[in-house]
C-alpha cells in the first residue's frame, strides 16, 4: 500500500523568505509524486509533479520541489514567500505502473506574514 | 477551468437517506475520483473509475458504491447515509500522466 506524510500541520514563514513544506512517502516501486494547492472553499489545484528524469521540479507560481529517492522525500521549496502563497498543500503519490490512484498526505498549511 | 462540475454543491439530510452526489466532465478524462476530505485527514480515496463500468475501491469504501455508466458521469450513492458521512466530497478527474482536475467539492451535512 501507498502512504504519504506531511510531518507539519503548519508553517509559518515571513514574507520574502524561502518557504519549504515536507513530504516523505511510500510506495511500491517508483514513485509518480505531486504537489496540490487548496484555496479556501476551493477544489485542489496542480502545483507540479515528478515522474522521472532531473531530481528538481519546477511548478507553477515558482514552487520547485526536489525528489530524493534515499530519504523517500518530495520536499516542496520556493525561494521567496508571497502573502499570497498562504494556502493548504498536499502532497500525492501513485504507483507509476497499473491503475492511477492517487494517495494524499493530510495537508499543510502555509501562512506567509506580511 | 478543467470541465468538472459536480452537484448537488450543498446538501443537508438525515441519517438513513439515500443519498448520490455527481460528477460530470467535458474533458473525456479516462479516470475519475471520489474523494472526501475531513479535517486532521487531508484528503481520502473513495472509489474511482479507470472506464466505462470499471470502477475499484479506494481506502474508505465502505457504505459508499459508484456508478459509471457513461464517460462523463460518475455517480457516488450512500445508500443509508450515516453522521459519520458528514464530509465535504472532491470530484477529480485525470489521465495516465497522473495530473488530477478537481471540482470544486459537495459539502454533505448528516443529521
Known amino acids: 500500500a501507498q502512504s504519504v506524510a506531511q510531518p507539519e500541520d503548519q508553517v509559518n514563514v515571513a514574507e520574502g523568505n524561502p518557504l519549504t513544506v515536507k513530504c516523505t512517502y511510500s510506495?511500491?516501486?517508483?514513485?509518480?509524486l505531486f504537489w496540490y494547492v487548496q484555496y479556501p472553499n476551493r477544489g485542489l489545484q496542480f502545483l507540479l509533479k515528478?515522474?522521472?528524469?532531473?531530481?528538481l521540479v519546477k511548478g507553477s507560481y515558482g514552487f520547485e520541489a526536489e525528489f530524493n529517492k534515499s530519504q523517500t522525500s518530495f520536499h516542496l521549496k520556493k525561494p521567496s514567500a508571497l502573502v499570497s502563497d498562504s494556502a493548504l498543500y498536499f502532497c500525492a503519490v501513485s504507483p507509476n505502473t497499473g491503475r492511477r490512484a492517487l494517495t494524499f498526505g493530510s495537508g499543510t498549511r502555509l501562512q506567509v506574514q506580511p | 477551468d478543467a470541465g468538472i462540475t459536480q452537484s448537488p454543491r450543498h446538501k443537508v439530510t438525515e441519517t438513513g437517506t439515500p443519498v448520490t452526489l455527481r460528477c460530470h466532465q467535458t474533458e473525456n478524462h479516462r479516470y475519475m475520483y471520489w474523494y472526501r476530505q475531513d479535517p486532521g485527514h487531508g484528503l481520502r480515496l473513495i472509489h474511482y473509475s479507470y472506464g466505462v463500468k470499471d470502477t475499484d475501491k479506494g481506502e474508505v469504501s465502505d457504505g459508499y458504491s459508484v456508478s459509471r455508466s457513461k464517460t462523463e458521469d460518475f455517480l457516488l450513492t450512500l445508500e443509508s447515509a450515516t453522521s459519520s458521512q458528514t464530509s465535504v466530497y472532491f470530484c477529480?478527474?485525470?489521465?495516465?500522466?497522473?495530473?488530477?482536475?478537481f471540482g470544486e467539492g459537495s459539502r454533505l451535512t448528516v443529521l
Open positions: 510506495v511500491s516501486g517508483n514513485p509518480y
Open positions: 477529480a478527474i485525470g489521465e495516465d500522466t497522473g495530473e488530477l482536475f
Open positions: 515528478y515522474i522521472t528524469g532531473d531530481n
